[in-house]
């Protein structure tokens, strides 16, 4: 069993739409939770990290954490076509290694 | 402030003949760490460094594979005797301290042929 599991899509959604992303992982003692945005042939991109279970909010993207369902999710409200991406969600327990889902290729229709 | 440079971007090589891939982390930042993406999966941890210190190398493979990030210079992630599989996207990532938050390079394409 892989420790974080991300569906790999690909999800389609109309420019506009409320898009939300989700990742389970296995690891109780994961506290930190990241997700990055990587464009085709490009690095990854830190969109937004929390730190164990709560919400965060930054513009249009709002990242929620459940430790007691062990579920990590995105939001991304009002979705723009620049918004097409590949989107990897990532925890870890420290500060060293993080552990990368899938990722889920995500394209918005305009 | 210039990021995470990796260079080269685009790297190609036959099997059995070493591949050496470079990083330069953002200026301030002195822990390195060392990705591997395989074609349709998610990035894997190799190697965590500071300034010639190996902190973790659980993620590298036993033979082949070995990492440096010395006083003065980038970090190299060498590999030897390249072999087909070892075709991936290798990322580097910085961070200023002992972080969660890591800064990644736009990665070494390596394709072995």
């Known amino acids: 069993q892989k420790e974080v599991e991300q569906d790999p899509g690909p999800l389609s959604v109309p420019e506009g739409a409320i898009v939300s992303l989700n990742c389970t992982y296995s690891n109780s003692a994961f506290q930190y939770f990241m997700w990055y945005r990587q464009y085709s042939r490009k690095g990854p991109e830190l969109l937004m990290y929390t730190y164990s279970s709560g919400n965060k909010e930054d513009g249009r993207f709002t990242a929620q954490v459940d430790k007691s369902s062990k579920y990590i999710s995105l939001f991304i409200r009002d979705s723009q076509p620049s918004d097409s991406a590949t989107y990897l969600c990532a925890a870890t327990s420290g500060a060293q290694k993080l552990v990368f889902g899938q990722g889920t290729r995500l394209t918005i229709n305009p | 402030n210039a990021g995470v440079m990796q260079n080269p971007r685009h790297l190609v090589r036959r099997r059995g003949q070493e591949a050496r891939l470079r990083c330069s982390p953002m200026?301030?930042?002195?822990?390195v760490y060392w990705y591997r993406q395989l074609p349709e999966e998610g990035l894997k941890f190799m190697v965590y460094?500071?300034?010639?210190?190996?902190?973790?190398e659980s993620g590298m493979p036993k033979e082949r594979f070995s990492a440096e990030f010395p006083k003065e210079g980038p970090s190299i992630l060498r590999i030897q005797q390249v072999v087909r599989g070892d075709s991936a996207a290798y990322f580097c990532?910085?961070?200023?301290?002992?972080?969660?938050?890591?800064?990644f390079g736009p990665g070494t394409r390596l394709t072995v042929t």
């Open positions: 990532a910085s961070s200023p301290t002992l972080t969660y938050e890591q800064y």
């Open positions: 200026k301030g930042h002195s822990h």
């Open positions: 460094l500071q300034k010639e210190n190996i902190i973790d």
